[in-house]
């Protein structure tokens, strides 16, 4: 009888699996980086890079990536953790004053554009809830791709895929940036003008 | 390998054919039809224009997360030379093979409404991509089964034998279905098929196996045999999974006519 309740169990949990869509995270291990995602172009809603020997990482918890534009500045704000702990909260802010796109559209413009990042570009890191002083020293940030997805033929998103690394002094301490990617869908739901 | 495998099963065939010409033929010359079926392992491959739908490290075997089907079906019409005081028959004959695969995301616990990601058009800044339930591909050939088989007795009601086969066919006729989670994107249909290359239009498949016989010598006989190795030479037959080894079982009802 026990058993006939537990097989039942089992096809509830089966049919119940969710299916992904969209706007969740597909994390797929790079074999060559371990602990980071894959360099993709589809739209995984992932991030990876490393922090020194750590990784920081997207989680399924988490909006990988918020594109906020306010007056002079466009910020991409990545929300991760740092290490393979979820409760590890970790946020890296980049902030642009080049572009300063009207929507998410705008941002095919980007496509296969890189940015070097040196002392008077901005990088804001919070790690565990605590803001630590980032001094820039050298380092890129490249979209590889930014492309306008259409889903059954309809317009759905820009996805945004591309690297990023740098050097710099956090706390005073030289600290490196390293292997970053991203593959990130943005429309409505993670990109603010205001 | 695969190569080599069927170029020695040819041989046998040839060797044996060959010490047929030279003996006596039974009087009882054997006419039947046979239905079969095939049931080989398949393996999807990791599609570049399907979006992946789960997240995996490196022990996970596949990203894209579909599941699908392969089954091969068959129809013969044959007739069994005997030689070897009974004991060794020859068959040979015509046979119809219907190959039907899928790929999707069906399961068995729900109705078919969940839907995969695929890339159908792509350009510098845009991508277009299509939700698809399932694909569908079936198809059918037309060729000849050449087999042989072993009595381990003499002329009893039931009898054991062992048997080897080699079929040989060509494709003639394929048709692909796409089954859209939108029906509007029908037009599609094309386009998605044109990202699978082409079904392969050679069949081969060889098999290793054993049955038994009913019936008395020179009467109708049933013969039941299962495959315990089988493996399709040409892994394309369906363009949309790759096949393995496996194995397979086969009815035939067999007639006796003297000569």
Redesign the interface.
Known sequence: MKIKYLFLIL?II??CKK??N?RD?????D?ES?GLPIY?E?G?NTFGAYYDREVFISNDKKVPLKIIVTNDTMTFNFFGQLGNTSYNNMTMKFYFTNFLPVNYEDL?QL?DTIINLNNTNKISINIYGSNVNVTLLNGYFKVD?????????KETEV?LSGHFEFQALINNEPIAISDGRFDIGVNQSNFFSY | MNGKILFTVILCFLLIGKSYSQNQFDSVRYFGIEVGNTFLPFNIPDYSFIRADNSSNNNDNSAINLTGRYNEFQFSIKTETRSLKNKLGLLYGIRLTYITSSLGKQDIWSKNDKYFYLLVNQSNTSSEILRVNEINQNSYFIGIPLELRYFTSHNRFFRFYFKTSVDLSYKFFTKNDVIFYNDNMESYTTDVINKFAKPSPFHCNINFGAGIKLGKEGKFNINIEAFAVSFNIVKTNSSIVRTGIGGGMQVNLLIPLKF
Not at chain 1, 25 to 29: A, C, D, G, N
């Open positions: 096809i089966i049919s299916d992904k969209l995270s597909i994390f797929i291990e074999v371990p993709s589809w995984y095919l496509n791709k930014a492309q306008l997805l259409f889903v059954d033929t996805i």
